[in-house]
Protein backbone atom coordinates (compact mmCIF):
# COMPACT_ATOMS: atom_id res chain seq x y z
CA UNK A 1 0.00 0.00 0.00
CA UNK A 2 0.91 3.68 -0.82
CA UNK A 3 1.70 5.67 2.38
CA UNK A 4 -0.40 9.28 1.80
CA UNK A 5 2.44 11.71 2.77
CA UNK A 6 2.69 13.50 5.77
CA UNK A 7 6.12 13.56 6.59
CA UNK A 8 5.65 16.96 8.41
CA UNK A 9 2.93 18.47 10.10
CA UNK A 10 -0.12 20.65 8.26
CA UNK A 11 0.48 24.18 9.08
CA UNK A 12 -2.56 26.72 10.19
CA UNK A 13 -2.37 30.30 9.76
CA UNK A 14 -0.08 30.21 7.00
CA UNK A 15 -2.05 33.19 5.18
CA UNK A 16 -1.49 35.18 8.00
CA UNK A 17 2.46 34.35 8.25
CA UNK A 18 3.02 34.27 4.70
CA UNK A 19 0.79 36.98 2.53
CA UNK A 20 -0.69 39.01 4.82
CA UNK A 21 2.16 40.78 7.16
CA UNK A 22 5.02 42.62 6.10
CA UNK A 23 3.77 43.30 2.53
CA UNK A 24 7.25 44.54 1.19
CA UNK A 25 8.94 41.61 2.34
CA UNK A 26 9.18 38.24 0.99
CA UNK A 27 10.19 35.24 2.87
CA UNK A 28 12.70 33.23 0.58
CA UNK A 29 14.15 30.01 0.56
CA UNK A 30 16.83 30.64 -1.91
CA UNK A 31 18.64 32.74 -4.99
CA UNK A 32 19.57 31.82 -8.16
CA UNK A 33 21.47 33.37 -10.79
CA UNK A 34 21.70 33.02 -13.90
CA UNK A 35 19.40 29.88 -13.88
CA UNK A 36 18.06 28.07 -17.27
CA UNK A 37 15.61 25.55 -15.92
CA UNK A 38 12.63 27.68 -15.08
CA UNK A 39 11.13 29.41 -17.70
CA UNK A 40 12.64 30.77 -20.92
CA UNK A 41 16.39 32.94 -21.06
CA UNK A 42 18.17 33.56 -18.68
CA UNK A 43 16.75 34.33 -15.47
CA UNK A 44 16.96 35.49 -11.19
CA UNK A 45 15.28 32.71 -9.32
CA UNK A 46 13.52 33.46 -6.33
CA UNK A 47 12.75 30.49 -4.25
CA UNK A 48 10.23 30.82 -2.30
CA UNK A 49 9.68 29.79 1.51
CA UNK A 50 6.79 27.53 2.83
CA UNK A 51 4.27 25.35 0.98
CA UNK A 52 1.09 22.87 1.79
CA UNK A 53 1.79 20.05 -0.26
CA UNK A 54 3.66 17.56 1.02
CA UNK A 55 5.54 15.80 -2.29
CA UNK A 56 6.91 12.68 -2.07
CA UNK A 57 10.09 13.41 -4.20
CA UNK A 58 9.86 17.05 -3.08
CA UNK A 59 13.77 18.14 -3.79
CA UNK A 60 13.77 20.87 -1.28
CA UNK A 61 11.89 19.84 2.21
CA UNK A 62 13.40 22.67 3.97
CA UNK A 63 11.67 25.01 2.05
CA UNK A 64 8.18 23.46 3.51
CA UNK A 65 7.72 25.34 6.93
CA UNK A 66 6.23 28.49 6.77
CA UNK A 67 8.26 29.50 9.88
CA UNK A 68 11.54 29.14 8.14
CA UNK A 69 13.97 30.87 5.35
CA UNK A 70 15.08 34.38 5.19
CA UNK A 71 13.15 38.03 4.73
CA UNK A 72 14.07 39.85 2.23
CA UNK A 73 12.84 43.28 0.96
CA UNK A 74 11.26 43.47 -2.16
CA UNK A 75 13.51 46.57 -2.63
CA UNK A 76 16.26 44.59 -1.90
CA UNK A 77 15.01 41.34 -4.64
CA UNK A 78 14.46 44.17 -7.41
CA UNK A 79 17.88 46.05 -6.94
CA UNK A 80 19.47 42.41 -7.83
CA UNK A 81 17.29 41.60 -10.72
CA UNK A 82 18.55 45.13 -12.18
CA UNK A 83 22.29 44.07 -12.05
CA UNK A 84 21.20 41.14 -14.16
CA UNK A 85 19.15 42.94 -16.40
CA UNK A 86 21.88 43.19 -19.32
CA UNK A 87 21.84 39.13 -19.15
CA UNK A 88 18.09 38.50 -19.29
CA UNK A 89 17.75 39.23 -23.01
CA UNK A 90 13.97 39.16 -25.06
CA UNK A 91 13.05 35.76 -23.23
CA UNK A 92 14.97 36.06 -19.80
CA UNK A 93 13.65 37.92 -16.32
CA UNK A 94 12.58 36.47 -12.98
CA UNK A 95 11.26 33.43 -11.99
CA UNK A 96 9.18 32.81 -8.80
CA UNK A 97 9.20 29.50 -7.42
CA UNK A 98 9.26 27.42 -3.94
CA UNK A 99 8.18 26.09 -1.87
CA UNK A 100 4.83 27.68 -3.17
CA UNK A 101 4.52 31.23 -4.46
CA UNK A 102 1.05 31.80 -4.30
CA UNK A 103 1.29 31.63 -0.47
CA UNK A 104 2.69 34.77 -0.71
CA UNK A 105 0.48 35.95 -3.21
CA UNK A 106 -0.60 39.56 -2.50
CA UNK A 107 3.00 39.95 -1.80
CA UNK A 108 4.31 39.45 -5.68
CA UNK A 109 1.57 41.54 -6.65
CA UNK A 110 4.12 44.25 -5.71
CA UNK A 111 7.20 42.26 -6.80
CA UNK A 112 6.17 41.82 -10.35
CA UNK A 113 4.65 45.06 -10.53
CA UNK A 114 8.01 46.44 -9.55
CA UNK A 115 10.05 44.62 -11.94
CA UNK A 116 7.11 45.61 -14.62
CA UNK A 117 8.17 49.17 -14.06
CA UNK A 118 11.80 48.27 -14.77
CA UNK A 119 11.20 46.54 -17.87
CA UNK A 120 11.94 42.88 -16.76
CA UNK A 121 9.52 39.88 -17.37
CA UNK A 122 8.15 37.91 -14.91
CA UNK A 123 7.29 33.76 -14.57
CA UNK A 124 5.45 31.91 -11.63
CA UNK A 125 6.30 28.23 -10.90
CA UNK A 126 3.42 26.84 -9.17
CA UNK A 127 1.37 23.73 -7.82
CA UNK A 128 -1.87 25.86 -8.03
CA UNK A 129 -2.26 25.88 -4.24
CA UNK A 130 -4.57 29.10 -3.90
CA UNK A 131 -7.16 30.32 -6.14
CA UNK A 132 -8.55 33.79 -5.03
CA UNK A 133 -8.45 37.25 -6.02
CA UNK A 134 -4.95 38.10 -4.98
CA UNK A 135 -3.83 34.90 -7.07
CA UNK A 136 -5.66 35.90 -10.28
CA UNK A 137 -4.18 39.56 -9.66
CA UNK A 138 -1.24 38.10 -9.60
CA UNK A 139 -1.48 36.17 -12.66
CA UNK A 140 -2.60 39.35 -14.58
CA UNK A 141 0.98 40.27 -13.72
CA UNK A 142 2.57 37.19 -14.37
CA UNK A 143 3.87 37.00 -18.01
CA UNK A 144 4.58 33.28 -17.90
CA UNK A 145 2.96 30.44 -15.43
CA UNK A 146 4.79 27.54 -15.32
CA UNK A 147 1.98 25.34 -13.84
CA UNK A 148 2.95 22.20 -12.00
CA UNK A 149 -0.06 19.58 -12.49
CA UNK A 150 1.39 16.79 -10.48
CA UNK A 151 -1.25 14.34 -11.35
CA UNK A 152 -4.49 13.74 -13.34
CA UNK A 153 -6.23 11.04 -10.74
CA UNK A 154 -7.14 13.01 -7.51
CA UNK A 155 -6.62 9.99 -5.67
CA UNK A 156 -2.82 9.67 -6.85
CA UNK A 157 -2.66 13.36 -6.62
CA UNK A 158 -3.33 13.04 -2.42
CA UNK A 159 -1.29 10.21 -2.24
CA UNK A 160 1.44 12.02 -3.59
CA UNK A 161 1.35 14.88 -2.11
CA UNK A 162 -1.28 14.62 0.67
CA UNK A 163 -3.98 17.06 -0.82
CA UNK A 164 -5.85 17.62 -4.12
CA UNK A 165 -5.53 18.83 -7.16
CA UNK A 166 -8.91 20.46 -7.81
CA UNK A 167 -7.41 24.11 -7.18
CA UNK A 168 -4.16 22.91 -9.20
CA UNK A 169 -7.06 22.65 -12.55
CA UNK A 170 -9.16 25.51 -11.53
CA UNK A 171 -6.10 28.00 -11.97
CA UNK A 172 -5.33 25.85 -15.53
CA UNK A 173 -8.80 26.93 -16.40
CA UNK A 174 -8.38 30.36 -15.53
CA UNK A 175 -5.45 30.96 -16.84
CA UNK A 176 -6.71 29.77 -20.00
CA UNK A 177 -9.43 32.29 -20.07
CA UNK A 178 -7.29 35.08 -20.01
CA UNK A 179 -5.29 33.66 -23.19
CA UNK A 180 -1.83 34.48 -21.06
CA UNK A 181 0.66 31.53 -21.80
CA UNK A 182 1.91 28.85 -19.74
CA UNK A 183 4.05 25.81 -19.73
CA UNK A 184 2.99 22.79 -17.94
CA UNK A 185 5.24 20.53 -15.81
CA UNK A 186 5.32 16.68 -15.19
CA UNK A 187 7.11 14.91 -13.24
CA UNK A 188 7.57 11.46 -14.44
CA UNK A 189 7.94 8.89 -11.18
CA UNK A 190 8.17 4.94 -11.80
CA UNK A 191 5.32 3.57 -10.43
CA UNK A 192 3.23 6.83 -8.86
CA UNK A 193 2.82 8.67 -12.13
CA UNK A 194 3.91 6.32 -14.88
CA UNK A 195 0.72 4.86 -15.56
CA UNK A 196 -0.41 4.77 -19.28
CA UNK A 197 -4.06 5.75 -18.56
CA UNK A 198 -3.48 8.29 -16.74
CA UNK A 199 -0.69 9.58 -19.30
CA UNK A 200 -3.59 9.96 -21.76
CA UNK A 201 -6.01 11.33 -19.43
CA UNK A 202 -4.13 14.18 -17.93
CA UNK A 203 -2.94 15.29 -21.47
CA UNK A 204 -6.55 14.65 -22.40
CA UNK A 205 -7.56 17.35 -20.12
CA UNK A 206 -5.21 20.10 -21.63
CA UNK A 207 -5.43 18.76 -25.45
CA UNK A 208 -8.25 22.19 -26.32
CA UNK A 209 -5.81 24.51 -24.84
CA UNK A 210 -4.76 27.58 -26.76
CA UNK A 211 -2.46 28.54 -24.04
CA UNK A 212 0.05 26.00 -23.18
CA UNK A 213 2.63 26.96 -25.09
CA UNK A 214 5.19 24.00 -23.71
CA UNK A 215 4.89 20.99 -22.17
CA UNK A 216 7.87 19.74 -19.80
CA UNK A 217 8.39 15.95 -18.80
CA UNK A 218 10.64 16.15 -15.40
CA UNK A 219 12.39 12.56 -14.54
CA UNK A 220 12.57 12.16 -11.00
CA UNK A 221 15.75 11.53 -9.67
CA UNK A 222 16.95 11.22 -6.08
CA UNK A 223 19.21 14.37 -6.03
CA UNK A 224 17.16 15.57 -2.83
CA UNK A 225 17.12 12.64 -0.88
CA UNK A 226 20.77 14.14 1.56
CA UNK A 227 18.29 17.05 2.32
CA UNK A 228 15.76 14.65 3.83
CA UNK A 229 18.43 12.70 6.07
CA UNK A 230 19.63 16.10 7.35
CA UNK A 231 15.97 16.63 8.92
CA UNK A 232 15.71 13.21 9.78
CA UNK A 233 12.87 12.91 8.06
CA UNK A 234 11.49 9.38 6.25
CA UNK A 235 11.82 9.48 2.85
CA UNK A 236 9.29 7.51 0.73
CA UNK A 237 11.20 6.85 -2.35
CA UNK A 238 14.47 5.60 -1.31
CA UNK A 239 13.74 2.51 -3.06
CA UNK A 240 12.76 4.67 -6.56
CA UNK A 241 14.39 4.29 -9.42
CA UNK A 242 14.93 7.10 -12.53
CA UNK A 243 12.59 6.19 -14.73
CA UNK A 244 14.37 4.35 -17.87
CA UNK A 245 14.88 6.42 -21.34
CA UNK A 246 12.47 4.16 -22.51
CA UNK A 247 9.20 4.82 -20.35
CA UNK A 248 10.10 8.67 -20.60
CA UNK A 249 9.98 8.27 -24.29
CA UNK A 250 6.62 6.43 -24.49
CA UNK A 251 5.49 9.32 -21.79
CA UNK A 252 6.58 11.96 -24.64
CA UNK A 253 4.82 10.12 -27.30
CA UNK A 254 1.78 9.82 -25.35
CA UNK A 255 1.69 13.43 -24.31
CA UNK A 256 2.26 14.45 -27.85
CA UNK A 257 -0.54 12.84 -29.61
CA UNK A 258 -2.36 15.66 -28.16
CA UNK A 259 0.21 18.72 -27.13
CA UNK A 260 2.81 20.05 -29.14
CA UNK A 261 6.59 20.99 -27.80
CA UNK A 262 6.70 18.43 -25.51
CA UNK A 263 10.27 18.07 -23.74
CA UNK A 264 12.02 15.74 -21.24
CA UNK A 265 13.74 18.09 -19.04
Keep these: MIPTPMYFPEQDNHDIILNESDIDILRIHSLETFGTHDGPGIRMIVFVQGCQFRCLYCQNPDSIDIHGGTLVTIDELVSKALKQKAYFGKEGGVTVSGGEPLLQRAKLIHFFDRLHENGIKTCLDSNGRVLDDYTKDLLDRTDL??????????????????????????????????????????????GYTDQEEYLHEWTQHFSEYKTVERVEIIPFHQLGRHKWELLKMEYALADTSSPTTEALENAKAIFSKYLNNVVIK
Design 145 to 190: LLLDVKHINPEWHKKLTSLSNTTTLKIAEHRESTGKPMWLRYVFVP
